[in-house]
């Protein structure tokens, strides 16, 4: 024990010096060789900014740490650098030299923080130039471009030099940053995918088939128009194909009953959007997962887009009650409006005059050829494979995350799984098979060569590059909303206006049905509104101290306020893409068909919003409301509609 007492004396000597050395030391080891101080490329104004300290030599890591005095800006803070790294929030008001001294080491930048209300530019500038151009792809261009110049004007570049390497950095860091993004490249593959298939199934006779099928219950005007709005409710997988197959194949037989092209056109208009965009799995789903994914990133929230989306379709008033108003007004046999007018001429005879070979030509390339014999089956079994292998790849992936809880009902367990689950890789497995079953049938039964399949698929995938366009560009734009914090902006500027949380849903809806009314595009009015509403809408969820169910409540509403808004409005909207597409499939005169359009998708719009989005968002019940809008919908129609005369199949 006494020979002990020499080494812990000794023990207790040596780290006493070398503790002192240490804070001796503190002034040669933190220099410049071995700390660096770095702040983000994007300071913006009024926002916390991280600025990280790093040791630089690896020896040094395991040392520096327990209470580093750093002077920063005069004051003095102390810092653990535990792990080597550190990092202090900082928030920059106004332009000024930023200095930070620890030890020996100083820091030296001049800040000129970015503007906060500059963060708003770019998806304004984007919304305005959509109204000035009449097309998005420009809009969401110029909105990338403006932001990319704020950020490097604000790096100190010069106005013309910062419009230089904004206008490259649109492409090089902004575009293949997005296209990086493994989820953002599962959703164009499953895109052109899905858009593959269709041409597949298109050209082989399936849709055809289906049309055929279904066409044999139609013997009277009434069933004519039930069967147009059953088709189109069956190819709910694209708005496009929906409007092209259901127009083109329905006009011969709704001209022999009668029914005028406006009403066609209607219908065909009024059930493609609305049941794309709810329907599990489209061409639109993997859009709205994209948005839905970059909101709930950017916000760090525990959920997965697909639990959000399936949690949204509760509040997706408008596109669930048009099409149950078009069932309505078909069943009643009533019309209100313009459409009356032209649906009794139509019923005495006087239809619309012949096709123009231009219309009659319209959609000839989605057509099969003359003597491909046209079997349903071929189109149903490749659908059907999308569903059941999405549903499958939904439940196997959720499964290998979160299991099956015994002790659970079967409900509480489907939906813990599905919401956990990962949908990008479902969507792709179900998009993959159904491609291949689709070909397999096609050149399997001889009905094309393996060539010409292909090139059905390949020009399927064509069809969905303008999707990609927009998907590409609203990515890029979302980036740029995200680093400049656009959202604490906008979250900020309402909360200051003191809006309350509940009615956000429904200046949402408004404000999405104004943009894709002027824009035509309820792709781009997505694209521009979801990554700046999401996080607006949480922000100002949390401010009014609201609870998390509450809140995310709220935020499902807004999910569904967006798309909903969206399809009204482009419902509404001359210059719309899918509206010209049914006036074309349909041959209709275009002015006609948003004529007599326009006052329905009005009347369900104020429904949907009065009755349906508003009280959502204070809490009552979904299950109260759709019943609800549905009664006030049906007794609009008994009331304002008027009777239309019936007709029957005229044998020629």
């Known amino acids: 024990m006494r020979r002990a007492i020499p080494l812990i004396i000794l023990f207790i000597f040596a780290t006493t010096y070398l503790h002192a050395q240490w804070r001796v030391a503190d002034d040669v080891w933190l220099d410049s060789s071995n700390l660096s101080v770095t702040l983000p490329d994007i300071v913006m104004q009024d926002i916390a900014t991280p600025v990280t300290f790093k040791i630089i030599d690896p020896a040094l890591r395991s040392m520096v740490h327990g209470g580093v005095e750093v002077t920063i800006d005069d004051e003095k803070q102390t810092i653990d650098f535990r792990y ?40 304004l500038i984007a919304i305005i130039m959509a109204l000035f151009f009449k097309e998005v792809y420009t809009a969401l261009f110029i909105g990338v471009l403006v932001g990319t110049f704020i950020i490097f004007y604000y790096q100190g570049h010069h106005f013309f030099e910062a419009l230089f390497h904004g206008f490259f950095a649109v492409i090089d860091t902004y575009v293949l940053n997005s296209l990086l993004d493994k989820n953002h490249v599962s959703i164009i593959i499953f895109s052109m995918m899905i858009g593959g298939m269709v041409g597949i199934i298109t050209k082989n006779g399936g849709m055809k088939g289906v049309v055929n099928f279904l066409s044999r219950y139609a013997n009277n005007a009434r069933s004519g128009q ?66 839905i994914q970059d909101g709930i990133k950017t ?50 005879g006087k239809v619309a005059p012949k096709a123009t070979s231009a219309q009659l030509d319209f959609g000839r390339e989605t057509e099969p050829d003359e003597n491909v014999k046209a079997r349903w089956y071929n189109a149903i079994v490749p659908v059907l494979v999308v569903i059941f292998g999405t549903i499958t790849g939904l439940i196997i992936t959720g499964l290998q995350l979160v299991g099956w809880d015994a002790g659970a009902s079967f409900g509480t367990n489907l939906s813990h799984v599905i919401g956990s689950s990962d949908s990008f890789s479902a969507l792709l497995w179900s998009s993959l098979g159904g491609v291949v079953v689709a070909l397999v049938l096609t050149v399997g039964q001889r009905i094309l060569p393996l060539r010409s399949s292909i090139d059905a698929l390949v020009e399927g995938f064509k069809s969905m590059l303008t999707a990609v366009l927009i998907l590409v560009l609203a990515w890029s734009i979302a980036m740029i909303t995200e680093q400049l914090h656009t959202a604490a902006f906008i979250s900020g500027s309402l909360i200051q206006l003191d809006i309350s949380p509940y009615l956000v849903p429904a200046l949402t809806f408004l404000l999405a049905a104004a943009i894709s009314f002027s824009t035509g595009s309820s792709w781009g009015t997505m694209a521009i509104l979801y990554p700046l509403i999401l996080p607006a809408t949480w922000y100002i969820g949390i401010e009014a101290e609201l609870e998390y169910d509450t809140a995310m409540s709220i935020f499902h509403n807004v999910v569904s306020a967006v798309l909903a808004g969206s399809v009204m409005g482009d419902h509404c909207s001359p210059i719309s893409d899918t509206t010209i597409l049914s006036s074309l499939a349909s041959s209709c005169d275009h002015i006609s068909h948003v004529r007599t359009q326009m006052p329905y998708a009005l009347t369900v719009g104020t429904v949907a919003i009065v009755l349906g989005t508003i009280p959502a968002a204070f809490g009552v019940s979904s299950l109260i409301l759709f019943p609800v809008s549905l009664a006030v919908l049906a007794l609009i129609i008994q009331l304002v509609g008027k009777p239309v005369p019936k007709a029957f199949l005229v044998k020629s």
């Open 84 to 123: 080597g790294e550190a990092a202090v929030d900082v928030v920059f008001k106004t332009s000024r030299i930023f200095t930070v001294e620890a030890g020996s080491y100083s820091y030296s930048r001049h800040v000129t923080p970015v503007p906060l209300w500059l963060s708003v530019l770019p998806p």
């Open 226 to 291: 039930l069967v147009t709005w059953v088709l189109g409710v069956m190819i709910f997988f694209d708005d496009y194909a929906n409007t092209l197959v259901v127009g083109n194949t329905m006009r011969p037989i709704t001209d022999k009953l009668k029914v005028s092209r406006e009403k066609l056109a209607y219908i065909v208009d009024s059930t493609a959007a609305p049941i794309a965009s709810i329907a599990f799995v489209t061409t639109w789903i993997g859009a709205e997962l994209s948005y």
């Open 299 to 348: 916000l760090g929230l525990d959920e997965t887009p697909y639990d959000v989306f399936l949690n949204s379709l509760q509040y997706s008033f408008y596109p669930i009650l048009t099409l149950l108003f078009v069932l309505i007004l078909v069943v009643r046999r009533r019309d209100f409006g313009p459409m009356h007018a032209i649906e009794v001429a139509a019923r005495s």
